[in-house]
């Protein structure tokens, strides 16, 4: 009878193993269709954008064409050429008009997103907004002037995708305030820029319109995230622009670009219309702020930004409108300075431009005085990187749920997505190795809980009363600082968190702080480069010679900061290095 048995379940047991390794084979071909699919669809979600986007700026070009053959005569090259003041001032006159200065615009950004791939959307709009803007009697501070934004500022009508798949095809419903006030002062904006995606790196990269290049050197990126404006305004296709700067993303690709920017105080200007992959984080504050070729430019800008239509629109903005009293002063100045933070060594061109600068403004009749900026290292990892990554790193992943992540922002992306309890044995192995490594898997924990969070906030506010009462002691006017430069090649900021805290304590502090380009790398910086070991000569110091190594004749900046609410001391200071220098450069 058992042998009965036996016999009767092992052709049984036979076909249940057919069975199993039936199903199995199926499940394994239905993945591999489903995720095939799903590439497919991604793939071609992509090449329909790209393709949206070519016929853009076929459109500008098509626009362009019929213009200059209705008006031959008009030389689109000595418009671009044109600073600000210049432009605005021969609007305002009549010797040129918005049409004129429109279409040079929209042609020279044609040009230069052929060579950078720095344009994401075109504002069709603009030649309406141009019809009608020629009709009114009352003309703004900004009349006529053609504005690029990021492509993170809403625009109605059009997408605001922060290089995000699923945000494509998701018309905007109105305009951020940013740009209804910029329209009622006259302005028009025509094209949107490139981002990194999710807006969390300095690279300027994402799946969906790709990679931008740097105007001066296609070997280099343009910084990020607002490094699509850098780009495009660097490389003379837009004379004024407007990005959003979170731990330096106005101010890097200024500095990378060699153009001006201002990172004003949390809230000066309205932040409300602006598409984000961090809604909520409040550890520190991002901001909106203008870029242009040159200081005036910036101050030009937040004059006309600073009216009673911005205070209307967003009540949460302080009715402070702009003081150019304080703009035009001509006072002494007390000016604090360091070249090092004592957590990043900044390059030896970037030391060099600090040192300088000083030594003009010392002979121009301020007073320079040294500052050390406190406890950097703690203010890097316990206070910037566990505030950005406080929920350790959930929100990040569900906006990339489904979506293809940019090469630029897989490495932090890896790190978010490993268990807590992982990350922990990381940051515990790699003490010992690589201190700064694993502060960095550490802070990636996040705070683990609200009381933490909270305590996180205020240890924040802690260290913001220290470091104002240091600069109160010292009777400090302003600050002078190292920007993050020269450019770095590609594909290096998405490796190296860590060159971000020589911006990011600008926002930890909420204190404006603006970029002006200085000097250029040299040969004899390029040769100290080499033998750059920075504070701890580890892997950090190590990355940032090799991102910075082959950037002979770039430009670099240096870093100008007030207290808050002081953006008209701060341009005024801006002013002041930007006009030595051109000084000392015609002798």
Request: aromatic share 8%; net charge neutral; charged share 20%.
């Amino acid at each position: 009878m058992i042998a009965y048995n036996l016999t009767q379940t092992a052709p049984e047991a036979e076909f249940t193993t057919y069975l199993l390794g039936t199903i199995l084979a199926c499940s394994v071909v239905t993945i591999a269709l489903i995720q095939w699919a799903r590439k497919k669809k991604i793939a071609q979600k992509i090449e329909t954008a790209r393709a949206k986007r070519e016929n853009k700026v076929k459109e500008m070009k098509k626009a362009v064409a019929q213009f200059k053959q209705q008006k031959p005569e008009e030389d689109g090259e000595s418009i671009v050429a044109l600073s600000l003041s210049e432009l605005s001032e021969k609007l305002k006159n009549g010797s040129l008009s918005p049409d004129s200065v429109l279409y040079a615009y929209m042609e020279k950004a044609v040009e230069v997103n052929e060579e950078l791939n720095c344009l994401t959307d075109f504002f069709h709009e603009c030649q309406t907004e141009l019809q009608e803007l020629k009709k009114t009697e009352k003309k703004g501070l900004l009349y006529g002037i053609p504005v690029s934004l990021k492509e993170c500022i809403d625009y109605k009508g059009h997408d605001s995708t922060t290089g995000i798949l699923k945000r494509l095809d998701q018309p905007l419903l109105e305009d951020s305030v940013i740009v209804q006030v910029l329209k009622k002062q006259g302005a028009i904006p025509f094209v949107a820029t490139n981002v990194p995606q999710t807006l969390i790196c300095y690279d300027c990269s994402n799946p969906i319109y790709g990679e931008t290049l740097n105007p001066l050197n296609h070997k280099k990126g343009p910084g990020g995230s607002s490094g699509g404006e850098g780009a495009l305004i660097g490389g003379g296709g837009s004379i004024l622009g407007f990005g959003t700067d979170t731990a330096g993303s106005i101010r890097i690709p200024s500095g990378f670009c060699g153009i001006c920017s201002l990172k004003p105080t949390g809230n000066r200007l309205s932040n409300h219309g602006l598409s984000e992959c961090l809604e909520g984080m409040k550890s520190f504050v991002s901001v909106t702020g203008p870029m242009a070729r040159d200081v005036d430019s910036l101050a030009l800008c937040m004059k006309a930004l600073l009216c009673e239509d911005m205070f209307h629109l967003d009540p949460a903005v302080p009715p402070l409108p702009f003081n150019n009293e304080i703009y035009t002063s001509s006072s002494p100045l007390r000016i604090g300075y360091y070249e090092s933070d004592g957590f990043l060594m900044p390059t030896p061109s970037a030391k060099r431009a600090v040192a300088e600068t000083s030594q003009l403004l010392q002979k121009a009749g301020h007073t320079l005085i040294p500052f050390s900026p406190p406890k950097m290292e703690y203010v890097f990892y316990e206070l910037f990187l566990k505030g950005i990554m406080a929920d350790a790193g959930t929100t990040l992943l569900d906006h990339l749920k489904g979506d293809i992540v940019d090469p630029s922002l897989e490495p932090s992306i890896k790190i978010h997505r490993l268990p807590v309890w992982l990350k922990k044995i990381f940051a515990f192995v790699l003490k010992p190795l690589a201190p700064r490594f694993a502060k960095m898997y550490s802070a990636a924990c996040g705070t683990g809980s609200v009381k933490n969070l909270w305590r996180l906030h205020a240890d924040a506010q802690h260290y913001c009363r220290e470091y104002i009462a240091e600069w109160m002691r010292l009777k400090l006017d302003v600050l002078l600082c190292p920007a993050l430069c020269p450019a770095f090649t590609i594909g290096y900021p998405g490796q190296f968190l860590g060159a971000v805290s020589v911006t990011g304590i600008f926002n930890i502090l909420n204190f404006p702080a603006g970029i002006v380009p200085v000097t250029t790398v040299t040969q004899e910086d390029e040769e100290q480069l080499k033998h750059h070991k920075g504070h701890f000569d580890d892997s950090m110091d190590h990355f940032l010679r090799k991102a910075a190594e082959g950037g002979v004749g770039l430009p670099v900046a240096v870093q100008c900061v007030a207290l808050p609410w002081q953006e008209e001391l701060c341009l005024r200071f801006m002013k002041e290095v930007e006009q030595l220098n051109h000084k000392k450069k015609k002798n």
